[in-house]
């Protein structure tokens, strides 16, 4: 009998006994001293050498934007017929990054897969920041951005009101839905983790931020109760929001008239690549933070096994769709329809339409091998490589078939400018700022939930007390 | 709130508080406030709710204030307007200026010979909108694009405002006491003046200049038009001896054939009309004309031909004595002295394998007799434009006319003008609204010619290369601020002004006026009255002036036939011809589109109108035909070097469908040196035309070379073809009768929304492609009519031009001579339209009379209108484009229009400040809207009447009718976004026999 | 019932005639001190803008 087949009493099959989800032995004191010593170390030349880097890029991006501000958007870009590029490429692209950390956080929690325990807390948290970036572009992309706020229905005394019908405004509460949601869901399972930051540490000043941050967290029975219930209910709302959010950013694609955007498969298809652009962000970041942070016995090999066969079912979903894409393309004899598939693949851009298609269908299937998804190496080259090729599918989306789309004498070449390529680069600077600081502030597993699955917390009914 | 102090600022810069301590004021008035209730009470501790001690010293009123004033000021910070300005009604109105009530005034403009009479709407005492004047029999109310934009060179930047003598600002006074100074002295030596002006079309300046002539024996006067074509009046004075000004009659012509000739491109608003009245066809059985053109470039007729072969231009005068052969040997008579012994009878080579072509034209102009036509392209060598007037004299054409005209000079007669100024011939020089600086092809010569003449002055409109050369600059009155007259076949045109001087300018008329008191001579003081004086004597009786004023113009009844054709001058031409040879490159030298000689370059309107045929603005490339792009390895935008016996130019070259083989094709009147908006655009071509006015437009032995490098084209339309799609449709008389709608079937469409019901009104368009010549003169009417803003040529080159009404020009067929279609694109005012639904924050929508309807001020510019609209016909402005305009450029807007900020989506609105100028007209005067009442700007401004506003919902409308037509049909209807545009089928009236423009003959 | 029994004319009264030492004699324009030393100066002249002038002579067609 082995001692981590902590669920059940009496004899498991070898083949039913999960493997472990830690490496070594792990207690519930060993766990807090990993995790939760970590941000009241100092952070080392390393670290501080990252931050740099990062904040260069997010304080490039933000002059960029002023400079756009100052300007408009002729600073970038933007054309006619190509009206949205780059500002809603990386609007899409953020918001798909985040749902990696909702599904990891919300859905496998409801499915009860005890693997998330150990890597929701930062999987959330990369959500969190990708939102954040991706809510920038909404902002800085209209023509007259001092006059935003007019996307949300304030009363006013014009008698005027927004109009709901457009998927743009669908998209506000969308969006807004997912942060607050994400936060809330967030900052509430970090509450009994930051309660036993605050009574660890020593200084007075870490005490008061994590006594006004625990909200009066005291461990009590009661407390835990709510906490389970709120966590639950939470879970359950967010759950929702991993497939009605990017849907509803579809949406802005779907119900337009633009051939090539009106497809009833972008739904679907946006979401499973929202999840699939998620989840290789999650593995290169958590494959770095392993690394780090010596967290290699909680987040193991397993946890980036895992997440790996998740990317690769992604990746089929995506060539699916692409397939499904060419099949409708053919199948609708329309010719806009076809004219948009076929530019995708021998147009102007066609090269996009390629590298796309490698970064995100070919090139992942590396994955079926489990010494790939063992791998470093491969992990991170086709994370990258998925990134890249999820970038250049919305660039393929919304430029490709913008640019050619029903009358020729619209038809027009998008080029960008470098104020495109600053602001993209402000955003990953701002991303991973907000990851690096996480990092050193927060504690990144959330040991509650972790503690939840060792060996030692499941109750054994008269099992043997041997380790 | 307390009471604006002092300190506040005045009243027209509205500020709130700058400082907190503004608002707070003086401690005095603190302690006043807080003694509000109950003077010298303390306040009492309201805090006590929370168990708070209550804050010392800060009381909950002083609290509150700090916040508003705080929010207000981050507020007002965030609301402060930029460009507010005073405004203040008069106190002592001019007499003529009612604010909000526009003034017309009759007028005409001169452009070479031509003569437009316009209508000229003034707003505040301005002039903002030039169309035709619609009492002119001739023009009916139509005039071309060049006229309509020339309203913005009144308020021109770069306009001299005040003389100036040696490069300082001197008074009028001081000029031309030198300018007299100069005359007098040389008519006191008897040395000759020589005096450039342009063409002389003014009866009044003609007499004016033959009182200066009286006065001042030795002047030697030549009338310079670049672009009026030297070969033209060359021709003239050979076939005719003298120069004749010539005139279609489209309205008489069955059967027309060009020689290069581009008489539909705008320039001949009358021959625009006749055009549209012929072409615009109810029924197959309507008696419909033909048109035949044989050209080297695309021009815009050449698109509109029923039939269309590209040859050499060289080779045109050869192929048309051969059609004179033919005509001959059918029995048509020919003048007394025609000698066509040079000319081999015969097909002519370049139509081999096509030879039913060749009998399907003299068929056609045999059968049609007096009511054929031949039209020679201004630029075209002097032998085609004699077999022209051959072959109309053998027809006794009925549909041409012309009347004895002032003669042009040539660049011969300019190159002699050189060689006398070289040789120190003249004692003075005067240059009058010409540039021969900059359009002597000799450019070099010039100057140094010049410099030897000891005065030279200066009479125009802004400093240009020749008023470089000159030492006495007067600054001329625009035509917008002057009196003159001109003849046109239909009437006598005046001119009168519509606004009182901007600048210390005067008449250049003026100024010579006072050249003949100074030399002794009687003449008034004001052209004003010389004009008045003139017209008194002649007006016909119970006209008087103030009603020809009124009208613009008065009617005559013009026998303006042509003069008898000088058969004797034929053997000389055709040998010319016959021994005529296509050999190498030819260039073609022709005025460009959007600047004619050079004079509009400054123009940016026009600059940025894109050229009807290539879609470029500004920029002048070197068209080069598919075939030797092809052989020579050119591609679109790659610079070559352009070189011709000397001069070369390095400049971008486009290839050009249609084009004949060995034929290249360059504008004039680009590359200037002067002008803020003109500086530096395109390339000066006139360095390579010739001194041979036989043929100095069309010049063979050019070499053209790869040179390295690639120019980003700001071109409006970089894609040619319709790719199959249903977008323009064009029929041959044969499927308009029998098969109207072709293939097509009108779509079901199925909606599960309830179609919006239109209760008074329901705005409707129809534009019949049969009629729409591609001119463009819609898109400038509309660009003057409501403000779009001129954006420049890196902007352009990005694809973020701003016109509201476009001209989509698309080649179908083969490139090497391609079918050509043109159709106006302008928002379709959808019923169910796509815009509407994707604005998040309603910024679009549709009016209860059927229009899609844009409010600037709510749009926030997220653009997703501008994707899902189908057509492409919403315009963003990406950037400021109109922030740097200050007055006087700013005095063109139209202010019933708003000038849109940056941010902003923005299109068509079918002018509906016009709509509801009228329903607010009809509505005071308790009447219906009549039936064409409303004229969209593009409405008025298309000469062949192209373009019909009106209400969908009235049975008996003009755009009712024309909706049921049976070539009609809608853009993209497949999608149901129900535009409110039909467009009708154009149509094509080749013979019925085969030989039709589509893959028609060409080189290979 | 106030401690001390109001006499409504006599307040207004002493408002009236208090009013403007209360409310700041700057609101009221009534600050003789003058502090600021007079009224500011009126903002610089815009560039004078071109006179448009109705033409000569000229006959309109229609107003």
């Given at each position: 009998m082995r001692a981590d087949a902590a669920n059940l009493p009496g004899d498991i099959p070898e083949g039913l006994i999960e493997p472990?989800?830690?490496?070594?032995k792990v207690t519930p004191g060993s766990l807090d001293d990993q995790v939760l010593a970590f941000p009241e170390t100092r952070p080392p030349k390393q670290w501080y050498i990252g931050l740099a880097i990062t904040l260069t890029a997010l304080f490039t991006g933000l002059g960029f934007i002023g400079y756009t501000f100052f300007t408009?958007?002729?600073?970038?870009?933007?054309?006619?017929?190509?009206?949205?590029a780059f500002d809603i490429i990386n609007f899409v692209f953020w918001v798909g990054i985040g749902h990696a950390g909702t599904l990891i956080s919300a859905i496998l929690f409801l499915f009860r897969k005890r693997w998330r325990n150990a890597i929701a807390r930062f999987a959330e948290a990369m959500t969190i920041f990708a939102v954040m970036c991706a809510v920038i572009f909404p902002l800085i992309h209209v023509g007259r951005p001092w006059l935003a706020f007019w996307l949300f229905p304030y009363p006013n005394q014009r008698a005027l009101w927004t109009n709901f019908r457009s998927p743009l405004l669908w998209d506000v509460f969308a969006v807004n839905t997912y942060f607050s949601v994400s936060l809330m869901f967030w900052y509430l399972g970090l509450i009994p983790d930051i309660a036993s930051m605050r009574d660890r540490t020593t200084s007075r000043l870490r005490r008061t931020i994590y006594t006004v941050l625990a909200l009066?967290?005291?461990?009590?029975a009661s407390h835990w109760q709510h906490y389970e219930k709120a966590y639950l209910l939470l879970a359950g709302l967010a759950t929702g929001l991993v497939l009605s959010v990017h849907s509803v950013v579809s949406f802005d694609f779907a119900?337009?008239?633009v051939p090539g955007w009106h497809?009833?498969?972008f739904p679907p298809y946006f979401v499973a690549g929202a999840i699939f652009a998620g989840f290789a962000m999650v593995v290169m970041v958590l494959v770095v933070v392993r690394e780090t942070m010596q967290l290699k016995n909680l987040i193991t090999m397993r946890h980036l096994d895992v997440m790996n066969k998740v990317i690769l079912a992604m990746s089929c979903i995506m060539g699916y769709s692409y397939m499904m894409e060419g099949f409708t393309a053919w199948y609708s004899m329309n010719e806009y329809l076809h004219h948009g598939f076929m530019n995708i693949i021998t147009g102007t851009y066609g090269w996009a339409g390629w590298l796309t298609i490698s970064c995100n269908i070919l090139i992942p299937?590396?994955?079926?091998f489990k010494k790939a998804r063992a791998s470093y190496f491969w992990m991170i080259f086709i994370a990258i490589g998925v990134t890249i090729g999820m970038w250049f599918e919305r660039f393929v989306i919304i430029v490709i078939s913008l640019h050619?789309?029903?009358?020729?004498?619209a038809w027009r070449v998008y080029r960008p400018t470098m104020t495109d390529f600053g602001i993209l680069l402000g955003t990953f600077g701002l991303f991973f700022t907000l990851v690096l600081i996480f990092a050193r502030v927060l504690?990144?597993?959330a040991t509650t939930e972790v503690k939840a699955i060792l060996p030692d917390a499941q109750p054994h009914h008269g099992d043997d007390h041997h380790a | 709130m307390k009471t604006r102090l002092?300190?506040?600022?005045?009243?027209?810069?509205p500020r709130f508080w700058r400082t907190l301590d503004e608002r707070i004021e003086t401690p005095e008035a603190q302690r006043a406030a807080q003694d509000e209730?109950?003077?010298?009470a303390v306040p009492g501790p309201f805090d006590d709710v929370h168990g708070l001690p209550p804050q010392s010293g800060f009381s909950r009123r002083d609290f509150l204030g700090l916040v508003s004033a705080t929010a207000a000021l981050a507020a007002t910070v965030a609301c402060?307007?930029?460009?507010q300005g005073t405004v203040v009604p008069y106190t002592?109105?001019?007499?003529e200026i009612v604010p909000g009530v526009a003034n017309y005034y009759a007028s005409a403009f001169q452009e070479g010979r031509r003569v437009y009479p316009v209508l000229v709407k003034t707003r505040e005492g301005r002039p903002i909108h030039i169309t035709g004047n619609?009492?002119?029999?001739?023009v009916k109310g139509k005039t071309s694009p060049r006229a309509m934009a020339d309203v913005l060179r009144l308020y021109?930047?770069?306009?001299?405002?005040a003389p100036k003598a040696e490069g300082r600002t001197v008074g009028w006074a001081e000029a031309e006491s030198r300018l007299h100074g100069a005359l007098v002295a040389a008519k006191a030596a008897g040395r000759p003046v020589l005096l450039i002006s342009g063409a002389v079309a003014s009866p009044t300046r003609k007499a004016l200049l033959a009182d200066l002539k009286a006065a001042l024996p030795a002047l030697e006067h030549l009338a310079f038009?670049?672009?009026?074509?030297d070969a033209a009046e060359e021709a003239a004075q050979a076939s005719f001896g003298q120069s004749v000004d010539l005139q279609p009659r489209?309205?008489?012509?069955?059967v027309i054939l060009s020689l290069?000739?581009?008489?539909?491109?705008?320039?001949d608003p009358e021959a625009l009309g006749a055009w549209g009245a012929k072409r615009?066809?109810?029924?197959?059985k309507d008696e419909i004309n033909r048109l035949w053109v044989l050209e080297g470039p695309l021009t815009l007729t050449g698109t509109n031909a029923d039939v269309r072969v590209p040859v050499s231009p060289s080779r045109l005068g050869a192929m048309a004595y051969a059609l004179a052969k033919e005509l001959a040997a059918k029995g048509v008579a020919v003048p007394a002295?025609?000698?066509?012994?040079?000319i081999s009878a015969g097909v002519p080579a370049e139509l081999g394998e096509t030879s039913k072509l060749w009998s399907n034209l003299v068929k056609d102009l045999h059968r049609a007799g007096r009511n054929a036509v031949v039209l020679c392209g201004a630029q075209m060598p002097v032998e085609a434009h004699q077999a022209a007037h051959l072959l109309n004299a053998m027809l006794g054409s009925e549909a041409i006319s012309g009347r004895a005209a002032e003669p042009l000079a040539t660049v011969r007669d300019l190159d002699a003008a050189v060689q006398g100024m070289a040789a120190g011939r003249y004692a003075a020089a005067i240059f009058w609204d010409v540039n021969p600086a900059f359009a002597f092809p000799r450019a070099s010569a010039w100057k140094e010619a010049v410099a030897k003449v000891p005065f030279r002055a200066w009479i125009g409109l802004m400093e240009d290369e020749t008023a470089a050369q000159c030492q006495v600059l007067l600054p001329e009155n625009h035509w917008l601020e002057s009196w003159g007259d001109f003849t046109t076949g239909s009437a006598e045109v005046l001119q009168q002004p519509?606004?009182?001087?901007?600048?210390?300018t005067r008449h250049g008329e003026e100024v010579l006026l006072g050249v003949i008191r100074a030399l002794g001579g009687h003449a008034p003081a004001s052209y004003h009255a010389y004009l008045q004086g003139r017209w008194q004597k002649s007006?016909?009786?119970?006209?008087?002036f103030e009603q020809a004023l009124h009208d613009g113009l008065v009617k005559i009844e013009s026998k303006a036939a042509l003069p008898a054709f000088r058969g004797a001058s034929v053997a000389a031409a055709a040998r010319r011809a016959a021994g005529s040879k296509a050999e190498g490159l030819e260039l073609v030298l022709f005025p460009g589109f959007a600047t004619h000689d050079g004079r509009?370059?400054?123009n940016s309107w026009l600059q940025e109108?894109?050229?009807?045929?290539?879609?470029?603005?500004?920029d002048n490339p070197v068209s080069v035909s598919v075939q030797d792009a092809k052989a020579l390895g050119i591609q679109e935008g790659d610079f070559v070097t352009l070189s011709l016996e000397g001069a070369t130019l390095r400049l971008p070259a486009i290839l050009q469908p249609?084009?004949?083989?060995g034929v290249l094709a360059l504008a004039l009147?680009?590359?200037?040196?002067?002008?803020?908006?003109?500086?530096?655009?395109?390339?000066?071509?006139?360095?390579?035309?010739?001194?041979?006015?036989?043929s100095a437009n069309v010049r063979p032995g050019a070499r053209l070379a790869k040179a390295g490098g690639k120019k980003d084209l700001s071109r409006t339309q970089s894609h040619h073809r319709?790719?199959?799609?249903?977008i323009v449709r064009s029929l041959t008389m044969d499927e308009f009768a029998?098969?109207?709608?072709?293939?097509?079937h009108k779509p079901e469409l199925v909606s599960l929304y309830e179609d919006q019901t239109f209760p008074d009104h329901k705005w409707g368009m129809v534009i019949d492609l049969a009629a729409?010549?591609?001119?463009?003169a819609c898109v400038v009417a509309c660009q003057s009519e409501n403000n779009v803003p001129v954006v420049g040529p890196e902007q352009v080159a990005r694809?973020?031009?701003?016109?509201w009404i476009r001209i989509d020009r698309y080649y179908e067929g083969e490139l090497e001579n391609p079918k050509v279609v043109h159709q106006p694109m302008?928002?379709?005012?959808?019923?169910?339209?796509?815009c509407e639904n994707v604005c998040p924050v309603n910024a679009t929508s549709h009016s209860p009379d059927g229009l899609n309807q844009m409010a600037y001020n709510r749009c926030?510019?997220?653009r997703y209108c501008g994707n899902n609209?189908?057509?492409?016909v919403r315009r963003f402005n990406?950037?400021?484009?109109?922030?740097?305009?200050t007055e006087p450029e700013t005095l063109?807007?139209?202010?019933?229009?708003t000038v849109r900020p940056r941010g902003v989506m923005e299109k068509c609105s079918f002018c509906v400040q016009r709509i509801n100028d009228v329903k607010i007209r009809a509505k005071g005067e308790a009447r219906a809207i009549l039936d064409g009442e409303i004229t969209t700007a593009c409405m008025a401004g298309c000469p062949s009447d192209a373009i019909v506003f009106g209400d969908?919902?009235?049975?008996?409308?003009k755009v009712a009718q024309l909706v049921a037509a049976s070539r009609a049909y809608r853009v993209l209807e497949e999608l149901g976004a129900k535009p409110a545009i039909t467009y009708l089928a154009d149509l094509k009236n080749p013979p019925p026999n085969g030989a039709s423009s589509e893959g028609g003959p060409h080189a290979s | 019932m106030a401690a001390v029994d109001r006499k409504p004319v006599l307040d207004r009264l002493a408002a009236l005639v208090a009013g403007p030492f209360l409310l700041g004699r700057r609101a009221l324009n009534l600050?003789?001190?003058q502090a600021e030393g007079g009224p500011p100066k009126p903002p610089p002249a815009a560039p004078a803008p071109i006179a448009i002038t109705p033409p000569p002579h000229a006959i309109k067609r229609r107003g």
């Open positions: 472990s989800l830690t490496v070594g408009g958007i002729g600073a970038w870009g933007n054309n006619s017929p190509v009206f949205w009066g967290w005291r461990g009590a119900t337009s008239v497809m009833t498969i299937q590396i994955l079926w050619q789309d029903y009358l020729p004498s504690p990144v597993i | 002092p300190e506040h600022g005045p009243v027209e810069t209730f109950l003077p010298g402060d307007r930029k460009g002592r109105r001019p007499v619609d009492e002119h029999p001739g021109d930047p770069d306009r001299l405002r038009e670049p672009a009026a074509g489209l309205a008489k012509a069955k290069g000739a581009d008489f539909l491109n705008g320039e615009r066809l109810k029924n197959a002295g025609t000698d066509l012994s040079s519509t606004i009182g001087t901007l600048y210390d007006l016909p009786l119970g006209t008087s509009h370059a400054n109108t894109p050229d009807p045929i290539t879609k470029m603005t500004w249609g084009q004949a083989k009147g680009y590359g200037r040196s002067t002008g803020g908006v003109a500086k530096g655009v395109g390339a000066n071509a006139y360095p390579l035309m010739g001194l041979d006015p036989a319709m790719e199959g799609r249903d029998h098969n109207p709608q072709g293939h097509h729409c010549v591609g001119c463009s694809g973020r031009e701003m016109h302008l928002c379709q005012h959808c019923d169910s339209a796509p926030v510019g997220t609209c189908p057509y492409k990406f950037l400021e484009y109109t922030a740097y305009k063109v807007n139209n202010p019933e229009v969908l919902k009235d049975p008996k409308s | 600050d003789w001190a």
